[in-house]
């Protein structure tokens, strides 16, 4: 990958790990529903210009109700279940877990699309389960004061995630991606206009919450999106959704530097088993000597 790609690579990473620092900011003040309320209508004003300019407007009218769900599935829900558990468990966690979605994304395109995995990549899959069991063995408690619903809520937002990229690829395929990343934007924020009116909190949250739902509408989720799909036009999507594996690096250093969270070696040794199985579930690594041999040159 070319250096300047590999500049923004690493810019996405650390924009999407931020997302849940700031998340978990802005949900101790706003609540789950208004904080991811307030993120996507954000998202939506910061995206509708680029809309306009590039001219895509017509695609987003001519698919506008597949584009609309989308927005639900991919955004509003997952938005929503993260806000949630980001009460109760701390930002690593939550990134190692959302490492899942491409677990998730390869079982629904099984199911739905048919799309039966190999044999490394069902190895993959199911090692990357085994990593989620080893994570959340001593987490999943539902007693008062446990975070099991937390880590469920997590394991909702990846299967969202999977369920949409499933959704994309049977309904929106060949639609211009920045259509879609807008028009999903307006979809969530439509979708959670009642819940976010509804559950608003009554007290004036600081100057800091909003300033963090600001970050991550504008910066870990607009221009997020900008990135993501100009690294998919130049170094193709393959490379690209290998993001994944940096992704809870990033948030586990800024939640041990900047909110003081503990990082358990149990925490580790789990993310680095799911992050291996997301690798084979995902074909971003097949072991050596698995790999087909080359020919002999002449």
Request: net charge positive; charged share 5%; aromatic share 12%.
């Amino acid at each position: 990958m070319p250096r300047a790609p590999v500049a923004e690579f690493l810019l996405l990473a650390a924009l999407w790990g931020a997302s849940f620092l700031f998340m978990r900011l802005g949900a101790q003040e706003f609540g789950a529903w208004a904080t991811a309320g307030t993120r996507v209508a954000v998202a939506s004003l910061a995206l509708a210009p680029a809309l306009w300019f590039s001219g895509q407007w017509g695609a987003l009218r001519r698919h506008a109700g597949p584009i609309l769900l989308v927005g639900l599935l991919n955004s509003a829900l997952p938005f929503a279940l993260y806000a949630y558990a980001l009460l109760s468990i701390t930002t690593g966690l939550s990134a190692i877990l959302n490492a899942t979605a491409p677990l998730f994304g390869a079982l629904v395109a099984w199911g739905w699309l048919g799309e039966r995995p190999g044999r490394w990549r069902a190895v993959g899959l199911a090692l990357g389960f085994v990593g989620v069991a080893l994570l959340s063995w001593d987490q999943a408690s539902f007693q008062p004061g446990g975070t099991g619903w937390a880590v469920l809520a997590c394991l909702g937002a990846t299967l969202c995630y999977g369920l949409a990229a499933s959704f994309t690829q049977k309904h929106l395929t060949g639609v211009p991606p920045l259509a879609t990343a807008t028009g999903s934007q307006f979809g969530a924020t439509l979708g959670l206009a009642v819940p976010t009116l509804w559950y608003w909190p009554s007290q004036t949250p600081s100057l800091r919450a909003w300033a963090a739902l600001a970050a991550v509408g504008v910066l870990c989720t607009a221009l997020a999106y900008l990135l993501f799909f100009r690294l998919i036009a130049r170094a193709g999507p393959s490379k690209t959704l290998t993001v994944t594996f940096l992704i809870p690096l990033f948030a586990l250093a800024y939640g041990a530097g900047l909110l003081g969270e503990t990082v358990s070696p149990g925490m580790l040794a789990g993310g680095a088993v799911v992050l291996l199985g997301v690798a084979l579930a995902t074909g971003g690594w097949v072991p050596r000597w698995r790999r087909p041999r080359s020919g002999p040159t002449l």
